[in-house]
């Protein structure tokens, strides 16, 4: 391959990142000591705050945008990949600071790869995405947490988002009985689809929390940060335990330490772009294990290459629902 579709963010005149649909080769791309041939992108958040200027994601230019990416290694110095391999990769800065998923070839490095789990494509390892693969890693933290579905419900938050919808899913498919927060409350029956057990506005986590307010949740995922996280904390029964992976809402916390002291609950904070390779293949497989694949099929949209950029300020103006898979375009 010469040459391959793709992405590209350059400066602009004013400085800003501009980014257009262009042809590259390899010349192009970064350094890396494993080429792969992109099959499947997906749009996550930072994604759609990339591609629309919204938020300086960047850190460096020229740069292919696109924080995920899978597809087959067709050229590497590393002995633990070869070529055919299928593989998958997000985190590590791909798409911010290394040019990422949104072009038919990507050079990245051996230490950054997973290999794809058994049981999954590489179409499905996207539509699951980096928003997928945070939701099991807030699922392993309440596990080893000990956090059983004997303890009580466990609430999501944002549950009808990338991170939010798979949280649900996966909790529900383990015998979690799940509470979905969100602030579309059409989507109910889209939700209960998923396996929540029950539905809730989010505006009943906006007020100004109390330091402690009566026990509701055995454990969280939260994706909001600011007063609903701080509200979800007062709300957590005596020894739970919160996993925080988001900042929807904001990045304060405006709470108290009266949840940690005089009930001893737990905040985790999850870290999907810097986690450890271990942690994160363990991710990757019980994606493949625990996450129903026909229901992963149902949540999914199609993407063209062709209309990325639309597709990605329609996810910023919650204009969508489910999870995104882009087809590079050979």
């Not at 997906?42 to 938020?55: E, F, H, Q, R, V």
């Not at 230019?61 to 590393?78: K, N, Q, R, T, W």
């Not at 290999?115 to 390892?125: E, N, V, W, Y």
């Not at 991170?163 to 059409?186: D, E």
Request: one cysteine or more.
């Amino acid at each position: 391959m010469t040459e391959f579709a793709a992405y590209f963010a350059t400066e602009g005149d004013n400085k800003k990142p501009v980014v257009a649909r262009t042809r590259l080769s390899m010349d192009d791309l970064m350094p890396g000591n494993v080429s792969v041939r992109v099959e499947y992108s997906t749009i996550n958040y930072k994604d759609g705050l990339a591609m629309t200027g919204s938020a300086p994601i960047f850190r460096t230019l020229p740069i292919v945008p696109g924080i995920d990416l899978a597809g087959e290694v067709v050229e590497s110095g590393d002995d633990r990949f070869k070529p055919g391999d299928k593989v998958l990769l997000n985190g590590y800065g791909l798409g911010e600071t290394h040019s990422g998923g949104y072009a038919g070839m990507a050079r990245v490095q051996a230490d950054w790869l997973v290999p794809l789990p058994q049981g999954i494509s590489t179409r499905q390892a996207m539509a699951v995405g980096t928003a997928g693969y945070t939701a099991m890693l807030c699922i392993l933290a309440l596990q080893d947490h000990g956090t059983t579905p004997e303890a009580g419900p466990v609430l999501v938050t944002g549950a009808s988002g990338g991170v939010g919808s798979i949280a649900v899913a996966v909790l529900s498919r383990l015998g979690y009985s799940v509470t979905a927060s969100t602030g579309k409350m059409q989507e109910a029956d889209y939700l209960k689809s998923l396996g929540a057990s029950d539905i809730v506005d989010r505006a009943e986590f906006s007020a100004r929390p109390k330091p402690l307010a009566r026990e509701r949740w055995a454990a969280a995922v939260d994706v909001a940060g600011g007063n609903t996280l701080a509200n979800v904390l007062s709300q957590t029964q005596r020894a739970g335990a919160v996993a925080a992976c988001g900042l929807a809402e904001s990045m304060d916390l405006p709470t108290s330490v009266a949840p940690f002291i005089l009930r001893g609950v737990t905040l985790y904070g999850i870290d999907s772009v810097m986690c450890p390779m271990p942690r994160r293949i363990q991710a990757w497989q019980r994606l493949a294990s625990d996450l129903d694949q026909a229901l992963l099929e149902s949540m999914i949209y199609e993407v063209d290459f062709e209309q990325l950029p639309q597709a990605a300020a329609d996810l910023l103006a919650g204009k969508v629902k489910g999870r995104a898979v882009v087809a590079l375009p050979d």
